[in-house]
């Protein structure tokens, strides 16, 4: 158990700082599929299968392939003379490590760290649907409504698109 | 022998059989589809090497290892190498949860038992999309990217209408574990998913064409507006996987919909439908899972040597403004008959 | 060598930071969208992980929200972020300042 885990979360963090340091938006974006597939990983070692294969189903299979999508529509290649980074990325360095280091003094600090792994349940799915369904119905329902006005949202912007492609552009 | 090491042993005996029989059914697709297409265009197809040309899969083989295998300069090599890969992959993994047969002495007759069943299909099944848009990308040069991003587009629209089209077969089943949707399906004919919910059955099935890039749906290739598309650049065995990658989602796709429409291992006579006692039930069972397999995969290779292929926008059309909310609808409707009925 | 809690959070500690320097540091609108969604990933770890460990399913079902909500915000986002980069032809963001198109 041990060993899948430090190849999971070492291939994981590998792969996460290379979507963040790469130049090409194509490699970021793979990159990031592969952090999203080591997470699905983890989330199975975990004993979520359900939360696993939903982050493999969503993450890897639809987000990070429509961000692929949108790189590759934007001609995504940063410019070879400019700097990938912002300026004033040391700022941003110092900010990560300072919030990296108060979460690993607090962590180091709690007394979570002592909880032993729970023997995995038969059939959580089973119960993760009838929490969903009388526990969390308020957010569920809640939820729904958030994915309809999404939908609503994408074809809006995509219906704007096509009216302005429509009249034929005047030649000056 | 410990329990584990038992496990271990079956399991690998299992993934040799099921991986040796698909990759067998993959070949000899091949050859079906050359036969089917000459007798319906009144040709003869195949048949130089051996009896009816029933060795030619083999000849096949052989070419394409022996070919040279071409790079093009101006390809992204690491990509171009790994795309063929990544097609044949998904296909050959959503096999691994398909139960084909009920039992061989105490042995279930699937790889693995999953209890999250469907949504390992669906997850796998996403990751196809990969293989394709790398080798769009991967070619770097306009015909294939154009497919690539096509496909994308094409397979992710789909995937939602075939993910809603399913959900009203498991709120009738009752859980997402394929075994218990097969047991749902016994006793008559009448109890197969494909009486129950049929609208579901009709929305699986054409998805299923489109996420397979078959026709009439098969626009990521098209030969006459892209050359082919994604596969432009590849020759010899990598374009020999591509294909390969194309009948192996056919056989896992038919797989998956005679599971969960059509009975999976079960006939409703003699007995059929039970888990099997003898050795021989066992065996006949498994016959009938691949004989339903290839009834469905004959058809779909049938289908694209009778439609012609739909235009881009017509796909988009069809499957944003006419699936997604007939299986919605489908949902909504079995859901309220199945509140009321059970009530 | 027992991989415990605290093994997890570190991993997902550093996805975090990780995320957190991509989304200040880096100039392009695609990067930081996906800094961003890193960032809700190494969130996701420290649920399951919590769940996991404190035998509660909660995590779990946190997370199944958190991931419905990345669904409907890259649907968006991404149009956004699409859309206009074909009106600006830029999608760096110091190129993005004026708050009409």
Redesign the interface.
């Known amino acids: 158990m041990s060993v899948a885990f430090f190849i999971i979360a070492l291939l994981t963090l590998l792969s996460a700082v290379a979507a963040m340091t790469l130049r090409n938006l194509i490699h970021c974006a793979l990159a990031l599929a592969f952090t999203f597939a080591g997470l699905a990983a983890a989330y199975l070692q975990l004993g979520a299968q359900f939360v696993g294969f939903v982050q493999l189903l969503v993450y890897v299979g639809a987000v990070a392939i429509l961000i692929v999508f949108a790189v590759l529509l934007t001609r995504g290649r940063e410019p070879a003379t400019q700097g990938i980074f912002s300026p004033k990325w040391p700022v941003g360095a110092a900010v990560a490590l300072g919030v990296f280091g108060t979460l690993a003094g607090l962590l180091l600090s709690s007394r979570v760290l002592h909880h032993e792994a729970a023997a995995i349940a038969q059939a959580p799915v089973r119960q993760i649907g009838e929490q969903l369904m009388t526990h969390y119905i308020v957010p569920l329902e809640v939820l729904g409504v958030l994915l309809t006005a999404a939908l609503i949202g994408a074809v809006i912007l995509a219906m704007h698109e096509r009216e302005s492609d429509s009249p034929p552009p005047s030649k000056t | 022998m410990t329990p584990f090491s038992q496990f271990a042993i079956f399991s690998a005996i299992k993934i040799i059989c099921v991986f040796a029989v698909t990759m067998f059914i993959v070949a000899y697709a091949v050859w079906v589809e050359r036969k089917v297409s000459a007798a319906i265009q009144d040709r003869h197809g195949p048949n130089r090497v051996g009896p009816f040309g029933l060795l030619q899969p083999a000849a096949d083989a052989v070419k394409a290892f022996l070919k040279e295998d071409f790079t093009p300069a101006h390809v992204r090599k690491v990509y171009y190498w790994l795309a063929p890969a990544i097609v044949m992959i998904p296909s050959l993994l959503t096999i691994a949860i398909i139960p084909f047969g009920s039992q061989l002495g105490h042995q279930k007759m699937v790889i693995a038992d999953?209890?999250?069943g469907v949504?390992?299909t669906?997850?796998?099944?996403?990751?196809g999309?990969?293989g394709i848009?790398?080798a769009g990308?991967a070619a770097n040069s306009k015909y294939p990217?154009l497919g690539?991003?096509r496909s994308?587009?094409q397979l992710?629209s789909y995937?939602i209408a075939m993910g809603m089209s399913v959900i009203p077969v498991f709120l009738l089943v009752g859980?997402?574990n394929l075994s218990q949707v097969i047991s749902y399906q016994t006793g008559s004919i009448f109890h197969w998913l494909i009486f129950k919910c049929p609208l579901s059955f009709i929305i699986f099935l054409v998805a299923m064409f489109a996420e397979t890039n078959r026709l009439p749906f098969d626009l990521p290739e098209s030969e006459q507006e892209l050359a082919g598309g994604y596969n432009v650049e590849y020759s010899s065995i990598k374009f020999a996987l591509f294909f390969m990658g194309e009948y192996a989602a056919v056989t896992a796709a038919s797989a998956m919909l005679v599971t969960l429409f059509l009975g999976g291992w079960t006939l409703p006579i003699a007995g059929l439908d039970r888990p099997a006692a003898t050795l021989g039930v066992g065996i006949l069972q498994i016959l009938i899972f691949l004989a339903k397999m290839l009834v469905v995969e004959f058809m779909v290779i049938w289908i694209r040597w009778m439609w012609p292929r739909f235009r881009y926008d017509q796909l988009m059309d069809l499957g944003w403004r006419r699936f997604i909310p007939l299986a919605l609808a489908n949902i909504v409707v079995t859901a309220l008959v199945l509140c009321l009925v059970v009530k | 060598m027992n991989v415990g809690l605290g093994h997890y959070l570190v991993v997902s500690a550093l996805l975090f930071a990780l995320g957190l320097f991509g989304v200040i540091a880096r100039r392009n609108l695609l990067v930081i969208y996906m800094s961003l969604e890193l960032m809700l990933n190494a969130a996701n770890l420290a649920l399951v992980a919590f769940s996991r460990f404190t035998n509660n399913l909660d995590g779990q079902i946190l997370v199944f929200f958190v991931i419905t909500v990345a669904a409907a915000e890259v649907s968006v986002g991404l149009a956004l972020i699409v859309a206009l980069y074909r009106k600006r032809r830029s999608a760096h963001v110091e190129d993005l300042t004026a708050m009409k198109l």
Do not use: P
């Not at chain 2, 669906?122 to 990751?127: E, H, K, P, R, Y």
């Open positions: 999953l209890n999250v949504l390992y669906f997850g796998i099944v996403s990751l999309v990969y848009v790398l990308y990217f690539g991003i994308s587009a992710i995937e859980g997402l």
